[in-house]
């Protein structure tokens, strides 16, 4: 069954750093992409950032570009994702998403998410 | 890339046709995917490729589209089938999401 579970999140203040974890089981994790997708409390879905399945490639949205850092370690089946210089406006739950067989960028599974709190 | 859902939230009953609209700002060709999400949980794939089912999502949903403008039909509006509703184009990075069609009991 395939996996994919989150952890890392909390309570940071404005100008921090957090680390999210993303760990993987159930499909051979070095063949898929995978991405980070984030939800402000009471708003729409926010693409973060993507990473290929050898971790030669990464993607980011313009938010998040030269703060954010997505990693991936294939021989632990996870993926990172170090966020710096937090600001209030990245409050949001952050998922971890499976890419599909079909295309590194169609989104499959999903995990639960983690909650990241960027206050004072 | 701009994606423009309509409307914003709407109101039916068990049994109901859905129709939602999905426009992108440029063509995107058929690189639509849809996700379904409940209250206080985590987004669940529903269709890629504008009308490509994932595993296991049920016949009543199909979607329709290229280019700049697709749809998502629900056929006959089940319980469960309350949700919010996101479109997404994977046509090019950054990936973009719409900005999501709550669907309610009527």
């Known amino acids: 069954e395939v996996q994919v579970v989150e952890s890392g999140g909390g309570l940071v203040q404005p100008g921090g750093s957090l680390r999210l974890s993303c760990s993987a089981s159930?499909?051979?994790?070095?063949?898929?992409?995978m991405h980070w997708v984030r939800q402000a409390p009471g708003k729409g879905l926010d693409y973060v950032a993507t990473?290929?399945?050898?971790?030669?490639?990464?993607y980011y949205a313009d938010s998040v570009k030269g703060r954010f850092t997505i990693s991936r370690d294939n021989s632990k089946n996870t993926m990172n994702l170090q966020m710096s210089s937090l600001r209030p406006e990245d409050t949001a739950v952050y998922y971890c998403?499976?890419?599909?067989?079909?295309?590194?960028?169609?989104?499959?599974?999903w995990g639960q998410g983690t909650l990241v709190t960027v206050s004072s | 890339i701009q994606m423009t859902q309509s409307p914003s939230s709407l109101s039916a009953s068990v049994g109901d046709r859905v129709t939602i609209t999905c426009r992108a700002s440029?063509?995107?060709?058929?690189?639509l995917a849809w996700f379904q999400q409940k209250p206080g949980k985590a987004p669940k794939s529903l269709i890629y490729?504008?009308?490509s089912l994932q595993s296991g999502v049920p016949s009543h949903f199909s979607g329709s589209g290229s280019g700049t403008d697709f749809t998502l039909t629900i056929s006959s509006l089940q319980p469960e089938d309350f949700a919010t509703y996101y479109c997404?184009?994977?046509?090019?990075?950054?990936?973009?999401f719409g900005g999501g069609t709550k669907v309610e009991i009527k």
């Open positions: 998403v499976k890419s599909s067989v079909f295309g590194t960028t169609i989104f499959d599974y």
């Open positions: 159930g499909f051979t994790f070095s063949t898929y992409a």
């Open positions: 990473i290929s399945g050898n971790g030669d490639s990464t």
């Open positions: 440029q063509d995107i060709s058929n690189y």
């Open positions: 490729g504008a009308s």
């Open positions: 997404q184009q994977y046509n090019s990075y950054p990936l973009t």
